[in-house]
T-cell receptor, first 114, second 117 residues
Framework: NAGVTQTPKFQVLKTGQSMTLQCAQDMNHEYMSWYRQDPGMGLRLIHYSVGAGITDQGEVPNGYNVSRSTTEDFPLRLLSAAPSQTSVYFC?????????????FGPGTRLTVL | AQKITQTQPGMFVQEKEAVTLDCTYDTSDQSYGLFWYKQPSSGEMIFLIYQGSYDEQNATEGRYSLNFQKARKSANLVISASQLGDSAMYFCAMREGLPGSARQLTFGSGTQLTVLP
């Protein structure tokens, strides 16, 4: 049981490049979310999913796309990277109906856009 | 308006002393949950404690307790007997709505706690 895994751990992009941040969980969790954490700030929700085939926007969705074709995977796509997207990205998952304390975070991906 | 407010950007505490980290929240929902997470310098998010809006008792988890004052909309974290390993950033977060209805959290800006030997 690996929990929530994220790849890559670090990434440097040039402005305008695209890339996909990977998130996977092996706990059969229905709920998955993407957050970003900017320096000195708390996490802000980008997109979330309540199950395969269902996604919705969070607080800061612009510039990002998501899809949820399987329960296990929830990739985050940057369409055309901008320096403002330099941040640490966290993926989280939880089980529907579980007590609220059971939300699991991945280790994060540190992204720098030059 | 900010939904979660943490007014202490940085706090210092002497080892073995207790410390309180402040958190106030703003919601019109009757059902909500409040969380505290610890983020050490290594960057991972570690769940510490949870309080539901209908819970009558303050939550406790080992050395962590949550001082929940519903009328004041505050959910302060109390760490007893501080240890050097408690030095980290601490985030307060809130989930609005019924448990299980959504798992999206709103975070505060955090408090950097430093434990002094």
């Amino acid at each position: 049981n690996a929990g929530v895994t994220q790849t890559p751990k670090f990434q440097v992009l040039k402005t305008g490049q695209s890339m996909t941040l990977q998130c996977a969980q092996d706990m059969n969790h229905e709920y998955m979310s993407w957050y970003r954490q900017d320096p000195g700030m708390g996490l802000r929700l980008i997109h979330y999913s309540v199950g395969a085939g269902i996604t919705d926007q969070g607080e800061v969705p612009n510039g990002y796309n998501v899809s949820r074709s399987t329960t296990e995977d929830f990739p985050l796509r940057l369409l055309s990277a901008a320096p403002s997207q330099t941040s640490v990205y966290f993926c989280a998952s939880s089980l529907q109906g579980a007590p609220d304390n059971e939300q699991f975070f991945g280790p994060g991906t540190r992204l720098t856009v030059l | 308006a900010q939904k979660i407010t943490q007014t202490q950007p940085g706090m210092f505490v002497q080892e073995k002393e207790a410390v309180t980290l402040d958190c106030t929240y703003d919601t019109s929902d009757q059902s909500y949950g409040l969380f505290w997470y610890k983020q050490p310098s290594s960057g991972e998010m570690i769940f510490l404690i949870y309080q539901g809006s209908y819970d009558e008792q303050n939550a406790t988890e080992g050395r962590y307790s949550l001082n929940f004052q519903k009328a004041r909309k505050s959910a302060n974290l109390v760490i007893s007997a501080s240890q050097l390993g408690d030095s980290a950033m601490y985030f307060c977060a809130m989930r609005e709505g019924l448990p299980g209805s959504a798992r999206q959290l709103t975070f505060g800006s955090g408090t950097q706690l430093t434990v002094l030997p």
